[in-house]
């Protein structure tokens, strides 16, 4: 039988929980759902989402260039800052109103229907795998486990509903049914590998980094969000901007002309397996890519491998999780996404 104390916990709980998802909701809903609804509508009758972030891609090597990096940077932060700001509240907010109990008893576990939940979760907030990362750690932090968490982390960009309207509205039908099959491949497969591979099958956080949710009284919740939040930006953005500006600075060495050789075959499959499990994007930014690299010649083989690669990590994202994944998590991931890469750009080059 529920005592007072206990009763009146359970709605402190139900209270804070519905205030999280409010706020879930309207971000998302600002920064991902409305503009993303407008653009499907542009996208309709245009055929384009707007143009490659990387400037000139496949028509010049331009080589390193600094100035090209910063460029690059600016363009990149201002297309993902907004989301950026929502990913880091959330996954702020989802370690101090969130029961770690509730967090444990859907994403805990380590059998497939906890990589499955974490698969449902990553499909509606439809993040760039940047800005998954955050929130991502933020679920790490309430003791989630390694395999939800990686599912969450790879669903977001992979299975994206958004992106993939805007793929059959510019790119063709054909490639958004490749892109759902090899995607929920790529999730469950690579969650439940990394999940198994793993020493630990819970994240274990270094003393002083650890955060305990809110479960039995609200005494400084507003503290407790801030350490949150700050330790999340303190994680993130240093290395995020730095990462980034990098891959800019080598964008011309990492997306040469396509010419010869490099537009189709096996050579091409590894090189663009290899770039997009390396490059960083925002939401949906591979298609106006490989529009303008197909445009250049690019075949079918290498835009399959670019395709699934590009948007399900990068670098920058992988560092982003360091905090509370091992290298060895790291490296089974990003091995992981460019072999899937390699499988898709073989079967690709017989079905796209």
């Known amino acids: 039988m529920d005592t007072p104390i206990s009763h009146n916990r359970n709605k402190q709980q139900i209270f804070f929980a519905i205030l999280f998802f409010v706020i879930l909701i309207a971000g998302i809903s600002y920064v991902k759902w409305w503009p993303y609804y407008q653009k499907a509508i542009a996208a309709a009758s245009t055929h384009s989402v707007g143009d490659s972030i990387i400037a000139g891609v496949g028509t010049a090597t331009g080589g390193v260039s600094l100035k090209t990096g910063f460029s690059f940077t600016i363009a990149y932060f201002l297309s993902v800052w907004k989301a950026l700001v929502v990913a880091l509240i959330v996954g702020s907010l989802v370690q101090v109103l969130l029961p770690v109990r509730w967090i444990r008893r859907y994403l805990g576990g380590t059998k497939f229907r906890n990589t499955l939940i974490g698969t449902l979760m990553g499909v509606p907030t439809m993040m760039c795998t940047c800005c998954s990362a955050p929130v991502t ?38 490639f958004t049914f490749f892109r759902i ?25 270094p003393e002083g980094v650890d955060f305990d949710p809110v479960e039995e009284n609200t005494e400084g919740l507003i503290k ?36 010869g050789g490099l537009s189709g075959g096996v050579v091409a499959v590894i090189l663009f397996a290899l770039v997009g499990t390396i490059f960083v994007i925002p939401t949906a930014g591979e298609i106006p890519i490989i529009q303008a690299l197909m445009a250049l010649g690019l075949t079918a083989g290498p835009t399959a491998a670019l395709l699934m690669t590009l948007p399900a990590v990068s670098i920058v994202s992988l560092a982003l999780l360091k905090p509370v994944l091992s290298w060895k998590s790291l490296g089974i991931t990003a091995a992981s996404v460019f072999a899937f890469g390699l499988v898709a750009g073989l079967v690709g080059a017989f079905i796209l």
Not at 227 to 234: C, G, H, R
């Open 137 to 174: 750690v933020g679920l790490a932090k309430s003791k989630a486990s390694v395999n939800s968490i990686m599912a969450f982390f790879l669903a977001n960009p992979l299975l994206n509903p958004a992106t993939l309207i805007f793929m059959g509205l510019v790119l063709g039908w054909k």
């Open 181 to 205: 099959v090899f995607s929920i491949l790529m999730v469950l497969c690579i969650a439940t590998l990394v999940g198994r591979l793993s020493t630990k099958k819970q994240v274990e956080v």
């Open 224 to 259: 407790r969000w801030w350490k949150a939040f700050y330790i999340l930006v303190i994680d993130s953005i240093p290395a995020y901007v730095v990462i980034v500006f990098i891959l800019g600075t080598f964008e011309g060495v990492l997306f040469p002309a396509i010419q």
